[in-house]
């Protein structure tokens, strides 16, 4: 099975902190994904890589950056935390081609207090 | 922008059926569609590409309607397993390296 690993599960920061999540998958995908959710409005794309060294902008890029400088990691960071980037965070990973649903990891709930 | 889900929720009795609607503006290529469980991370359904216009199996199945920009989910004789959050996700581009753009979900309850 493949399996796409976030490091914590659970993680709360004070505003203004710089903040990591990781995301490892171990099935050789090339495209990777992040997103955030949150109640009532979705799924909602951050940034997404087809490529190591490769990033594109989603739909809600502002306050975070992200890094891939191997194929199966893909990190998150949020370079000054505020409260409203307190969310559900969402990795997934899928290979390139047409044919293939995102594998989710069980994402990092992150608390900005 | 987000594609339109409908209905929001919907609670059905077991055995009953159900279809959840996914709405674009923008021409699609493909659409899939995945559940959530209450705590878990979204499972992948399945998935629906430019061309096509059904698949599944008995049970789950999907539509595809090109001319109309939307797609329909049909769960057929609902289990208890069913209960979760559907989400639609659609993409506009092919080779799947571009991110899907997911609705807001579906909220389905089946009791027994």
Not at chain 1, 36 to 54: A, C, E, H, T, W
């Amino acid at each position: 099975d493949v399996k796409v690993t976030q490091s914590s599960r659970y993680l709360v920061k004070r505003t203004g902190e710089k903040v990591f999540l990781e995301c490892v998958q171990d099935m050789d995908h090339e495209n990777m994904f992040w997103y955030r959710q949150d109640p009532g409005l979705g799924l909602r794309l951050i940034y997404f890589s087809y490529d190591v060294k490769m990033k594109e902008k989603g739909d809600i890029p502002e306050g975070y950056s992200v890094s891939r400088e191997k194929k199966e990691r893909f990190s998150l960071i949020l370079e000054s935390a505020s409260t409203n980037q307190t969310s559900m965070y969402l990795c997934a990973s899928t290979p390139l081609g047409d044919n293939y649903g995102y594998t989710f990891g069980s994402g990092t709930r992150l608390t900005v207090v | 922008q987000q594609p339109v889900q409908s209905p929001q929720a919907v609670i059905l009795r077991e055995g009953e059926d159900a279809v959840i609607n996914c709405s674009s503006s923008k021409a699609l290529y493909s659409v899939h569609w995945y559940r959530q469980k209450h705590g878990e991370a979204p499972v992948f359904l399945m998935i629906l590409l430019k061309g096509g216009e059904q698949k599944g199996h008995e049970k789950i199945s999907a539509s595809f309607n090109e001319k109309k920009q939307q797609s329909s989910l049909y769960l057929t004789a609902s289990q208890l397993s069913y209960s979760g959050t559907y989400f639609c996700g659609t993409g506009y581009s092919g080779g799947g390296a571009d991110g899907l753009t997911f609705g807001k979900g579906t909220h389905l309850i089946i009791q027994p």
